[in-house]
């Protein structure tokens, strides 16, 4: 800061080319600013330009890192609910692609078990059965059957010995 004759001036004119006075207080070393100079450099329509824009630059730049800010989640967030749209596409598709399956295979299952009814209450499947019981008492009758020997022997009515 430049300082002349125990007195800051504005460096090129600026603040209006506005003079400060400066003193010391007990001893102090450092100048000190008096109360009514910085009211008058308060109330100065430069200084109230200069501190406005300064503030709006503030705002303008904080709005256009905001923006940014803004715009990089918005990205984040298309990519990840593409992804999770992807993801849900692709389950749902595996889910159909099961249901469909498994409908499929009931329905098969449910007309082989129609088929295997029609079959097994045929009259003809209940001949069947009552022949294989009857064969299956025959064939314990024969095991139970101690070793014997049959012989069998056909006679046409005629005499064995050769005589007519």
């Known amino acids: 800061m ?5 007195k800051w001036v504005a460096p090129d004119k600026a603040w209006g080319g506005m003079e400060f006075n400066l003193k010391t207080a007990h001893g102090r070393r450092e100048p000190m600013y008096v109360v009514k100079d910085i009211r008058k450099l308060l109330d100065n329509d430069v200084y109230t330009l200069k501190l ?19 715009n990089d989640a918005l990205k984040e ?11 849900i596409a692709n389950d749902l598709t595996a889910i159909k692609s099961a249901s469909t399956k498994v409908q499929s295979e009931a329905l098969q299952m ?9 079959v097994l209450t045929t009259p003809d499947f209940e001949r069947a059965i009552a022949n294989a019981e009857r ?26 010995d050769g005589a007519k």
Do not use: C, H, W
């Open 135 to 160: 064969l299956a008492v025959a064939l314990s009758a024969i095991q139970a059957l101690n070793e014997t020997k049959v012989s069998v022997a056909v006679f046409s009515g005629r005499d064995t």
């Open 110 to 118: 449910k007309q082989e078990y129609l088929a295997a009814q029609a």
């Open 52 to 70: 406005g824009r300064a503030m709006a630059m503030d705002i303008e730049q904080a709005a256009v890192e905001m923006t940014g800010s803004a």
């Open 2 to 6: 430049p300082v002349v004759n125990g």
């Open 77 to 87: 967030l298309k990519a990840t609910l593409d992804k999770f749209r992807s993801t």
